[in-house]
């Protein structure tokens, strides 16, 4: 009895995990570019919907405006940075996870001198200088920028959203996706995933183009050149199997190249140049241009125009109203100065290109298609050049430019979100920049001089699909050490592509705590120090812990209880032991893989295709470790970086016998594991014990916010917010005063006004919204939030009365009409039902008189109230109120919706068979016949067949149309009476329609 409480009570708490119903279930993506940002939802009714901004336009500006009393977002940020620059902040996606010393750090600051910037001693990186108290860190600002999104997303959506997939350039390495994730968490978003921009895109296509993806490979390259940067993608669409979902399609990145620097701004800036360069030519102003901040705003500005205009045009006219000393500029600019200008950026547009060609390995001939992506891509120049370089017929323009990535994350998230069920589409991305893991570890030479031997280990191959787990094996460690994660190889960058990247050093990973687990397990078998490491669904590296693995013999333990069984069945039907991966989550992912002990080209293999290694053999990490020996040297190579210098030979071919001997005593270990199997008693079995490691991390790239600075922000962003709501309902409250003492002054001279008001009420109320507005022009634009509430509900309590009074009056007229046309309808009713005959009523007496009484009473009080009401002067308070009306009207209409709902579904009553010729006759043949055997109705299917072939006139529930409207039962033909008995034998629920 005590189990089946107990397993009762569990049912019931794992109930009570299950999320509510009523929970906010809209989800939202931002794509977040240099320049511009789109936003979408998806809740439901509402799939994959782009966000307007308050301008009801479908892109927003990445702007902030941060003046001494508000904040502006977006086009009012913009139109502010014309005429104070210093204060609005942009292209902050540059700045993103970089030290003060990076190239795109220095060149910001050429490029916006207004701005001061500082070093942070902490973390290396820039602070803005906004005031002499007031610093702001780019990911502050860029916190900001997501917040806003994240209200417009909200507004939008009606209901509150957390939830958010964030697009990401692919070439951002891994302090620059901290830095997003970060800004993200000042915001007070949660992200389920970053996404590369160009997955993103890839996903939209595909989606939107399911149909037409088979078992064939087809290779498609996105070019993508937006404000800021260019990429090319190539990618692999086709069906492809799977365990969990059948055959579905997916996509695979195969390629990607990049320019960090080439965009639509760079080309802007080179305008922007050339204008200004021309009105020094001028000599209309003695003053230079160039050192105005505020000229160079307009110029920016008055370049991205032009731009956009001889993208369509062969020459267009540069104007600025008093550009600067009031001074008016006007300059003719062609579309050839423009190629000019930028030639040495035309040059650069097959580079990206080429690069994804290469990184793939593939040939131009095997891309159906190059598709454009990115604002930047409408100018004519660049679809030149680019279709000269893929030596195709024309570039695919069948997709949206602008807003393909932010529809392609909202699908994303819908199928990371819990709340929507999508069709699985399976995304296989690929991480640019390779990760490897390098250790020393001491050496003994023949001669017995001790070296240091430096070890790297390739974590994550260039292209390696993610999200993916690794585990990375020391056999060779009995006390603490560390070892360090670091960026491959990154050769195919340019020498200035390196110098934007930054630090190709991650962490020193410190390791306390080996040696005294080896002090503590000195009897078990050690298995090695394990290092599990996981690339995220964000392409973010993480180490999630380093354990210490020994193997031991022990006996068996106890099969578990029923009850802890079913208590973890529940858990896991509820999400507790879950492992099931998202569908659109890149397959062959979710197993932890042991990393080769030798870098080489089985180890590319096995990371260019982990979904055949998934089918040949598990990768999980009990199963690796199950198999590889002590003696398998997991965690060092027997050359460092492939080259071996003469003396390190001979040792090289020492350890490779070795290697060799223990590969073969593993062998013969697995072998004879059986017959010691047999022969063990059957109480012991080996079993395997880990101890976690203490980790300590020492970030080498760029730190990460302390969590003291990032509570610090959070809160700093929150009173910001806090500040803007304040704003915004203290300018909501004014306006509504304003305009409720303007209507209500005006309202005092219309008729329908002054004929409910006495001249006592008019004088009182006319002499209070004279004193309110006169308040208002002397201090109330000072007043606070609360101050002018209390303004506003004095003058609405003050005019109560009389807006009820109108109303009313307005409202009565039509609620009286509604009220005699029901009665009017009920009488007839009434009347109608009274009428039928006695043999076919359905209703009874008691709901006769009850329609009646209600009719009566309806009507007799609405009499004596219209009379009582007319009485009484239209400035007094009414007594025939239009509410009550409505309730008298929804009386009536319940009772008679009750009487009609029992007339649709009432059945008729039987009538008695009426006698005629024939069925007399055949009465007097049965003389012999009992009363009895007449009452027996037909059980079988002969007596059914005697029904049917007695001639006998219709039933009345075969006639009940021509019974319900009271008429004379009319002759019906043979055929169609046994066609209708039939009917009605095989439909026992057959009720009349009509009264």
Known sequence: MREKLSLGVLFCLALSFLPAPGASVAVMSIDLGSEWMKVAIVKPGVPMEIVLNKESRRKTPVAVCLKE???????????????????VYRYLQNLLGKTADNPQVVQYQSLFPEHL??????????????????????????????????????????????????????????????????????????????????????????????????????????????????????????????????????????????????GGLEMEVRLRDHLAKIFNEQKKSKKDVRENPRAMAKLLKEAQRVKTVLSANAEHMAQIEGLLDDIDFKAKVTRVEFEALCSDLFVRVPGPLQQALATSEMSLDEIEQVILVGGATRVPKVQEVLLKAVGKEELGKNINADEAAAMGAVYQAAALSKAFKVKPFLVRDAAVFPIQVEFSRETEEEDGVKGLKHNKRVLFQRMAPYPQRKVITFNRYTDDFSFYVNYGDLSFLSQDDLKMFGSQNLTTVKLSGVGDSFKKHADAESKGIKAHFNMDESGVLILDRVESVFETVGEEREEESTLTKLGNTIS???????????????????????????????????????????????????????????????????????????????????????????????????????????????????????????????????????SEDIGASIKKLQDLTERDLEKQEREKTLNSLEAFVFETQDKLYQDEYLAVVTEDEKEQISSKLSEASSWL?????????????????????????????????????????????????????????????????????????????????????????????????????????????????????????????????????PKPKPKDKNSTNTEDGKGNSTEAEKLVPPTSEASEAEVKTAEEPPTEENNTGENNTGETESKIPKETEDAETSEDKNSENHIGDEL
């Not at 009393?69 to 204060?87: Q, T, Y």
């Not at 399911?210 to 990618?235: C, E, H, L, P, W």
């Not at 030979?649 to 490779?656: F, N």
Request: charge should be negative.
């Open 117 to 262: 910037m500082e070093r942070d001693e902490k973390r290396g990186t820039v602070l803005f200088k906004h005031s002499e108290e007031i610093l702001y860190t780019p990911e502050e600002i860029l916190g900001m920028v997501l917040n806003y999104s994240r209200s417009l997303a909200q507004d939008f959506a009606e209901q509150v959203i957390k939830d958010a997939v964030i697009t990401v350039p692919v070439f951002f390495n891994q302090a620059e996706r901290r830095a997003v994730l970060n800004a993200a968490q000042m915001a007070g978003l949660k992200v389920l995933q970053l996404i590369n921009d160009n997955t993103a895109v890839a996903l939209n296509y595909g989606v939107f183009r399911r149909k037409d993806i088979n078992s064939t490979a087809q290779n498609i390259m996105f070019y993508d050149m937006g404000s800021g940067s260019t990429t090319a993608t190539i990618v692999t669409y086709q069906t492809v199997k799977t365990k969990e979902a059948g055959t579905q399609p997916q996509l695979q990145i195969r390629g990607v190249g990049f320019d960090r620097t080439l």
């Open 572 to 706: 896991s039907l509820f999400g507790g032991g879950s492992s099931e991966p998202s569908p659109n989550m890149t397959e062959p992912v979710q197993d932890e893989e042991e990393v080769p002990p030798e870098a080489g080209k089985d180890q590319e293999d096995a990371e260019e295709k982990p979904e055949e290694r998934a089918q040949e053999k598990p990768e999980t990490e009990e199963k690796i470790q199950g198999e590889k020996s002590e003696g398998e040297p997991q965690a060092e190579e027997k050359k460092a970086d492939g080259e071996a210098s003469d003396k390190e030979e001979p040792q090289a071919e020492k350890d490779a016998e070795k290697s060799e001997k223990s590969e073969g005593q593993m062998n013969v270990t697995k072998e004879g594991e059986k017959e010691e199997e047999e022969k063990k008693p059957k109480g012991q079995r080996k079993s395997k014990l880990s101890v976690d490691i203490a980790v300590e991390q020492e970030v080498k790239d760029v730190l990460n916010p302390a």
């Open 777 to 909: 022009d002397e201090e109330g634009y000072a007043a606070g939030t609360q101050e002018l509430q209390e303004k506003l509900s004095e003058l609405r309590k003050l005019c109560r009365a009389m807006f009820y009074r109108v109303d009313e009056r307005r409202k009565r007229p039509d609620r009286l009409a509604a009220l005699d046309s029901m009665l009017n309808h009920s009488s007839i009713f009434l009347k109608s039902a009274k009428m039928i005959p006695e043999d076919d009523q359905i209703f009874t007496e008691v709901e006769l008189k009850t329609l009646e009484r209600v009719i009566n009473e309806t009507m007799t009080w609405k009499n004596e109230t219209e009379a009582e009401q007319e009485k009484r002067s239209p400035t007094e308070k009414p007594v025939l109120l239009s509410k009550d009306i409505e309730a008298k009207l929804m009386l009536l209409d319940r009772e008679v919706n009750y009487l009609l709902n029992k007339a649709k579904f009432a059945k008729p009553k």
């Open 69 to 87: 009393d508000e904040r502006l977002f977006g086009d009012p940020a913009l139109g502010v940075s014309v005429k104070n620059p210093k204060v």
